[in-house]
């Protein structure tokens, strides 16, 4: 469960600041600070990014703000995943044309990723 951590009282904003940067809806009592990752332009909790990755904080409502934890860890992990089908969709690719050099042609050759 994505909950965001840091979370602030809108009467510290200044009034003109005291917006959600996702919906731009008026923030009224509590709001969470969240960080943008440079990287893939994600927001995280306060402290979730590295320094040198983050493009500072920004006030959110708490809808959005967990919201936008929860679709940063989608992300995050879809290209875990990702990343990981590449690696293995490429040793397949390679040893199939291994394969293919030693058999004849007439072998049909499916081009579509096995499905699991
Ligand atoms: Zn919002």
Redesign the pocket.
Known sequence: MSKPRDIDDALTLSKDNR???????PLRAKFAWLELDQRDWTYHDFGGVPPEKSQGCFP??L???R?LIAQAEVLSSQQARASHRIRASQFLGASQMRRASRTSKSEPQSTSEPTQ
């Open positions: 917006f959600c940067t996702c919906c731009e809806r959110f409502g809808t959005c703000a919201k």
